[in-house]
């Protein structure tokens, strides 16, 4: 558990970094440490199709958020922050972590299912019937195709429409652009 | 000459394959490993993004066009859709695993309606995540254009 502990360290160090660095590109390299170590954590959390998700949709999101920097010119922030504006946020934020902390209690310990201190939840029925129900091995590939076709249904036609919505705001623009570019 | 240098070139010409097969394995085998439609359609957006870093935008334009994306992504959520509507047909309700009673578990063909699915959102991923990075890419030229007037 060790690494466990060193990972989610260096994570919110490398995090601290990308949001206090006034370099966007080094900021944006931080973010991925923070993607990639996320997705090693989900390894050692015993999820890897989450792991496997995250490490594909980090890459193709770097690359995007590279090329997008390295498009423009390098911006710095600046600016100087006010006191009361210091104050006020690190309040809020103690206030959100201490109820984090009551969160945190209610949970179950790790490694322990939540079935076994409340009974009769839908989790319980999944990890139970999942394979006669479905005769799925991957009981992930089960819950989101199967039990919950739904969400996955909502879910593609989110990415269809902003899809749809980008393609036909750039498509104008970028037509006459080629037509130029073949003048 | 446009894209990347000639090392870039001939890796990303040997490794395109590769990631194009895991990428398909990733989405067939959903159902038994850990993966599914929405992994393996990343996947295999990102060996047609790694051609467009290597080799340039006309070249993948010349493979897959922006018609053609739309397209294949428009193919991809209708296959999913429907998927949904053959379980009301034959099941009587919305999304139901009609073919789960046909098949044995632990196979390749198994779980039923689980692998077309994790298939017709393989295809609709992996179509519209190039197609984001194929209008950003088009969008980006218009930005460096305007710029030089």
């Known amino acids: ?11 919110v160090i490398a995090a601290i970094i990308a949001v206090e660095t006034k370099d966007l590109l080094s900021s944006v390299i931080c973010l991925g440490a923070v993607g990639f170590g996320s997705s090693v954590m989900f390894v050692f959390l015993r999820a890897p199709d989450i792991a496997i998700t995250q490490i594909v949709v980090e890459v193709l999101s770097l690359i995007i958020l590279i090329r997008a920097i390295i498009a423009r010119d390098l911006t710095f922030i600046t600016g100087d922050r006010e006191f009361f504006g210091v104050v006020i946020s690190v309040v809020i934020i103690f206030i959100i972590f201490l109820a984090g902390v009551k969160v945190f209690e209610t949970l179950p310990a790790f490694g322990t299912t939540i079935f076994e201190k409340l009974p009769g939840v839908a989790a319980e029925t999944y990890l139970k019937k999942g394979l006669a129900d479905t005769g799925a091995a991957n009981i992930i590939a089960a819950i989101i195709l199967d039990y919950r076709g739904y969400d996955t249904l909502g879910e593609a036609t989110v990415l269809f429409t902003s899809i749809v919505g980008a393609t036909v705001l750039m498509r104008e623009k970028g037509k006459k652009l080629l037509e130029d570019i073949d003048k | ?3 990347m240098t000639i090392i870039v070139k001939t890796i990303a010409s040997w490794v395109k394959v590769l990631i194009f097969l895991f990428g398909i394995s990733i989405v067939l085998f959903g159902h038994l490993t850990p993966g599914g439609g929405f992994a393996g359609g990343v996947i295999l957006a990102s060996s047609y993004v790694l051609l467009m870093l290597a080799f340039g935008r006309e070249f993948v ?7 053609a994306a739309s397209k294949i992504d428009c193919l991809g959520a209708f296959l999913f859709a429907l998927i949904a509507i053959l379980g009301f047909v034959f099941g009587g309700v919305f999304f139901v695993n009609y073919l789960v009673k046909y098949s044995q578990p632990l196979r390749l063909i198994s779980a039923g309606t689980i692998p077309l699915s994790n298939i017709a959102i393989g ?12 209008t950003l890419s088009i969008f980006r030229l218009r930005q460096s254009t305007d710029k030089k007037e």
């Not at chain 2, 295809?123 to 194929?134: D, T």
């Open chain 2, 1 to 3: 000459m446009k894209g």
């Open chain 2, 61 to 67: 334009e010349k493979n897959l066009s922006l018609p």
């Open chain 2, 123 to 134: 295809i609709k991923v992996g179509a519209s995540l190039f197609l984001v990075v194929l």
């Open chain 1, 1 to 11: 558990m060790a690494i466990f502990y060193i990972l989610l360290i260096f994570m």
